[in-house]
């Protein structure tokens, strides 16, 4: 069973609308990220998050807007979308012990196609 | 942005013993070396990771040089599967203390049958 869960799968939205890309973790992390990838692109950080409070914002617009309702929880909303949008947004987690063993756990992405 | 530097692809044939190398010679001391591989389609996968010395677990073996400014996986007796393209990062420290991960390129292995 997946442990993040990142919903949908695939998304189509019309230039200038808003949507919101969700993602769940059962992992019991207490710390959880967004990571946008554009087609033949490296994987670009956007956000990260712990204890459902913002920890680092590397995204320049204010159109991309994490929401945190529980621990387990960090959905993206997007608004006035953009053909250059279209990409892979990949939510991820980790327990946020900075020792030695801190590792990042992603789910399996929602694709998102901009027209 | 990831201090890291890695060829852009590399092949190897199924059955074979891979050397993926990693540059980092920037790297600080308390910097650590981890890899990830990603295939199409999917989310980043954790392979290793370490700090100074050598690790291994049951995917592969990271050996990092002993002035740790480069780093190379090893992954022994590759099959179709171990296809992906691989991600070395240094984990490092953002402007308000806390650490995230940066991803590059990468180096895209190609496993031929």
């Known amino acids: 069973d997946p442990k993040i869960i990142q919903k949908p799968k695939y998304l189509v939205a019309v230039t200038g609308s808003e949507k919101i890309l969700i993602c769940e973790q059962y992992l019991g992390h207490n710390a959880m990220y967004w990571y946008r990838q554009s087609a033949k692109k490296p994987l670009e950080f956007m956000f990260s998050?712990?204890?459902?409070?913002?920890?680092d914002n590397q995204t320049a617009s204010s159109r991309f807007q994490p929401q945190s309702s529980k621990k387990n929880h960090l959905d993206l909303q997007i608004t006035a979308l953009k053909p250059d949008d279209s990409a892979t947004y990949f939510c991820?987690?980790?327990?946020?012990?900075?020792?030695?063993?801190?590792?990042?756990?992603f789910g399996s992405g929602t694709r998102l196609t901009v027209l | 942005d990831a201090k890291t530097t890695q060829p852009d692809s590399m092949e190897s044939t199924e059955g074979e013993t891979v050397h993926l190398p990693c540059s980092h010679a920037t790297i600080s001391g308390n910097e650590y070396i981890y890899w990830y591989r990603q295939v199409p389609l999917q989310g980043p996968e954790y392979v290793t990771h370490g700090l100074q010395q050598n690790t291994t677990n049951s995917m592969a073996f990271l050996a990092i040089a002993s002035d740790r400014k480069s780093s190379t996986l090893i992954l022994p007796h590759v099959s179709l599967r171990d296809a992906a393209v691989y991600h070395c990062?240094?984990?490092?420290?953002?402007?308000?203390?806390?650490?995230?991960?940066?991803f590059g390129k990468g180096t895209s292995l190609t496993v031929i049958p």
């Open positions: 991820a987690s980790s327990q946020e012990d900075w020792g030695s063993a801190e590792t990042l756990y």
């Open positions: 990062i240094l984990r490092v420290s953002s402007n308000t203390g806390y650490q995230n991960f940066y």
């Open positions: 998050y712990s204890y459902q409070k913002l920890m």
